[in-house]
Every structure is written in structure tokens, then in C-alpha cells.
């Protein structure tokens, strides 16, 4: 499997240890205020690029309590949490080099846009950013979530739906992983819109999308301009 980490390093969250903890816990408010919520046992978890030590901060956010597990045997060391999600967090990032931060969250608009099935692709900045979504209902089984992480060749998994419990982000930092989970949030939210004011969806083709792509990479080249001619 091949994945991108050559551009991974962030100096907002990946200086130290305890700038990774601060940023978690600072990164972890931001999402209540934006009307996210944590479900019931979830774990929000972040480490430096390469690292085997994962930080671990709990539900509760306005107590800090930040815990740090060896990502070669997480369950032995630490006791009172969900060992599920302590595995789930530990096994994704042994398959996923790639991803240094993991946020768990209860998106309310993506939780029902999916209840009849995938999200269509009806948001094509979103759609481009986060790629394919694996849609779980497995009530979030490690083995089944794990193996939808990892993706196909050059497409790595950036969001996980977990139906009717929330999502996953999964990032090359805290701030990505952050962005990911607000991003399907806002994906979601065209679906319900749609739906609330009984209007049909305009799902985009791969055209559409591939259109849009290529303006979105010569944008961030050049700027807006077109390539120059050679």
C-alpha cells in the first residue's frame, strides 16, 4: 500500500508532546463549538509523525484528561476507557502511517443524511477533498472499520461514516483531522437542505467532478491563471 507522508509535519501541533496534547484539547473544544458532539466512549488521539506513543484525550475535554498508550499493546497499559476504541485508534494507525491524528465525533446531520445509505455526491469541493467514504454498519466493529481505513492504492480514507454513531477523521495532523469531520459535516448538510425543502439532488458525474478537479489543482499552481504555454 502505498500512501502520501512526505508533506505531513505541522508546527502548530507537531513541535512536541505537549503542544501535540494542547492542540488536542484546543482542537477537540473547537469541534463542541461547532456543534459536534462525542459519543459515549469516544477517544479523540493524535501522536507525532512516526511515533508508537498516541495521545489519548477522552469525551470530557473540559477535565484535560489527555492519556498516552505504546501503539504495540494499548489495551494492557490503561484501564476505565472503552478498550474497543483504544484498539480501534491503535490498529488504524499501525496500518496507516500516514495518519497521525484520529478524531471521533457525532456529526448530527451526517448521522441522518446516511441512515438510507451513502452520502451522494452532491458537494464537489467536499467530495474532492474527502474522496471515497466508507459507510459502516457494523456498530462499530474494530475489524470492519480498520479494514475500511486503509483504502485502495493513492486513494487513502480520510472520513469513515459509522451509521447511526457518528465518523471518523482521520489526519496527517490534528488540524486536518479537525477539518475533515467539518468538511463531511457541511457534505451532509446539503443532502438535508435538499431534502427539508423537497428539492431534488443535483448528484454531480465524474465529469462534473473531474471538471472541477482540475480547476481546483491549477488554482492552487497557478493561482487562478492558467498554465503557461511551453
Known amino acids: 500500500m502505498a500512501f ?5 509535519f505541522c508546527r502548530l501541533c507537531q513541535t512536541s508532546e505537549d ?3 494542547d492542540e488536542l ?3 477537540s473544544k473547537g469541534l463542541l463549538a461547532k456543534g459536534l458532539s ?6 479523540q488521539s493524535a501522536r507525532l509523525p512516526g511515533s508508537s506513543a498516541i495521545w489519548m484525550l477522552c469525551a470530557n475535554v473540559e477535565q484535560g484528561q489527555a492519556f498516552k498508550i505504546d501503539i504495540g499493546d494499548p489495551v494492557r497499559q490503561i484501564s476505565g476507557y ?3 476504541e483504544i484498539s480501534l485508534h491503535a490498529r488504524i494507525y499501525h496500518l496507516r502511517p500516514d495518519v497521525n491524528a484520529i478524531c471521533h465525533t457525532r456529526n448530527p ?3 441522518y443524511a446516511t441512515l438510507d445509505g451513502p452520502l451522494e455526491k452532491v458537494h464537489g469541493e467536499a467530495a474532492l477533498i474527502l474522496g471515497d467514504i466508507p459507510l459502516i454498519d457494523n456498530d462499530l466493529d474494530c475489524e470492519s472499520v480498520t479494514r475500511a481505513s486503509v483504502g485502495e ?3 487513502p480514507i480520510r472520513t469513515i461514516i459509522l451509521k447511526r454513531k457518528g465518523a471518523l477523521g482521520l489526519g496527517a495532523c490534528i488540524h486536518e483531522a479537525r477539518a475533515f469531520v467539518e468538511i463531511l459535516e457541511e457534505w451532509a448538510m446539503f443532502k438535508m437542505f435538499a431534502r427539508m425543502h ?3 439532488l443535483n448528484v454531480l458525474t465524474l465529469e462534473q467532478l473531474r471538471s472541477l478537479g482540475a480547476r481546483y489543482a491549477r488554482s492552487i499552481k497557478f493561482g487562478g491563471r492558467q498554465s503557461p504555454v511551453r
Open 4 to 8: 502520501f507522508i512526505g508533506n505531513s
Open 198 to 200: 423537497g428539492s431534488s
Open 25 to 27: 484539547v484546543m482542537c
Open 38 to 43: 462525542f459519543p459515549a466512549n469516544a477517544l
Open 109 to 111: 446531520y451526517t448521522v
Open 153 to 155: 492504492p493513492l486513494r
Open 19 to 21: 503542544q501535540l496534547v
Open 82 to 84: 472503552d478498550k474497543n
